[in-house]
């Protein structure tokens, strides 16, 4: 992939910029939400699955300097965009997660996040462009996602998936038996509407009760309209690269 075919996108408010595609797969606002709601301390190890280009474990490496990244990316040129955008503080894996190597199975991580495609397409139309399908398509099932996940978690550690409101029934139900201390923070694009998208998060060997959060509005506002702003915690995470702390009022009132 040539430059020229490449554009350089700033994220967290220009604290890191990343290198991606012109046409096909382009990060949008998932993946650093997702990373926002990872509450890792320098020194920690993590993992993402299916890192794409880099934006969310690259956006989390930047909003908390002293992390171990390591990302799996099964495509060839997105695996390479990763390695540029990470340089030497991002461990790059091109593999497939459903055939991980020997010795990424051997190794523990105190994170692990993913953000996987979205669309079942026994219920979805395919898209002509074959970066986007393989990103927006689910070709691995959600269930293995998790069950990948799971397994490379070191005793305490935490999974974090961002996903479609109406598929939080399957992850949950697809968490291995020592996985506890679920949470989930549901994502609503206003004030008084549904949930469209949550993030998940549970623990190796927890043993809290499960928690729903009150939601995360994305936007001001009633309806959609011309300038359309973000609410003040959202505007926070994208723009001053701030975390998302489920604990905390997150709709910006």
Same mark, same amino acid.
């Given at each position: 992939?040539?430059?020229?075919?490449?554009?350089?996108?700033?994220?967290?408010? /220009?604290? &890191?910029?990343?290198?991606?595609?012109?046409?096909?797969?382009?990060?949008?606002?998932?993946?650093?939400?997702?990373?926002?709601?990872?509450?890792?301390?320098? /020194?920690?190890?993590?993992?993402?699955?299916?890192?794409?280009? /880099?934006? =969310?474990?690259?956006?989390?490496?930047?909003?908390?300097?002293?992390?171990?990244?390591?990302? !799996?990316?099964?495509?060839?040129?997105?695996?390479?965009?990763?390695?540029?955008?990470?340089?030497?503080?991002? #461990?790059? !894996?091109?593999?497939?997660? =459903? #055939?991980?190597?020997?010795?990424?199975?051997?190794?523990?991580?105190?994170?692990? &996040?993913?953000?996987?495609?979205?669309?079942?397409?026994?219920?979805?139309?395919?898209?002509?462009?074959?970066? %986007?399908?393989?990103?927006?398509?689910?070709?691995?099932?959600?269930?293995?996602?998790?069950?990948?996940?799971?397994?490379?978690?070191?005793?305490?550690?935490?999974?974090?998936?961002?996903?479609?409101?109406?598929? &939080?029934?399957?992850?949950?139900?697809?968490?291995?038996?020592?996985?506890?201390?679920?949470?989930?923070?549901?994502?609503?694009?206003?004030?008084?509407?549904?949930?469209?998208?949550?993030?998940?998060?549970?623990? %190796?060997?927890?043993?809290?009760?499960?928690?729903?959060?009150?939601?995360?509005?994305?936007?001001?506002?009633?309806?959609?309209?011309?300038?359309?702003?973000?609410?003040?915690?959202?505007?926070?995470?994208?723009?001053?690269?701030?975390?998302?702390?489920?604990? =905390?009022? &997150?709709?910006?009132?």
């Amino acid at each position: 992939m040539t430059d020229e075919g490449l554009t350089r996108d700033a994220f967290l408010g /220009g604290l &890191l910029h990343l290198w991606q595609p012109r046409r096909g797969y382009r990060a949008g606002v998932d993946p650093v939400l997702l990373q926002a709601s990872v509450p890792a301390r320098a /020194g920690d190890r993590v993992l993402e699955l299916g890192c794409g280009a /880099g934006a =969310a474990i690259l956006c989390l490496g930047a909003r908390v300097p002293g992390l171990s990244l390591t990302g !799996v990316e099964r495509d060839p040129d997105y695996a390479a965009l990763a390695r540029r955008n990470g340089g030497d503080g991002l #461990a790059v !894996v091109e593999a497939d997660i =459903a #055939a991980l190597p020997v010795d990424l199975r051997q190794r523990q991580f105190d994170h692990v &996040l993913a953000n996987p495609p979205y669309w079942r397409r026994d219920a979805s139309v395919a898209t002509d462009d074959p970066a %986007k399908e393989a990103a927006f398509a689910e070709q691995t099932p959600l269930a293995l996602w998790i069950e990948t996940a799971a397994r490379r978690l070191a005793p305490r550690g935490l999974l974090h998936f961002i996903h479609r409101a109406e598929r &939080l029934p399957d992850m949950i139900r697809a968490l291995p038996h020592d996985m506890g201390s679920i949470e989930v923070l549901p994502i609503a694009a206003r004030t008084g509407r549904g949930a469209d998208r949550v993030i998940l998060r549970a623990r %190796k060997s927890g043993r809290g009760d499960f928690r729903l959060h009150p939601p995360l509005i994305m936007h001001e506002g009633d309806s959609h309209r011309d300038g359309d702003q973000f609410t003040p915690a959202v505007r926070a995470v994208l723009r001053r690269g701030a975390s998302l702390d489920f604990e =905390a009022p &997150l709709s910006g009132c």
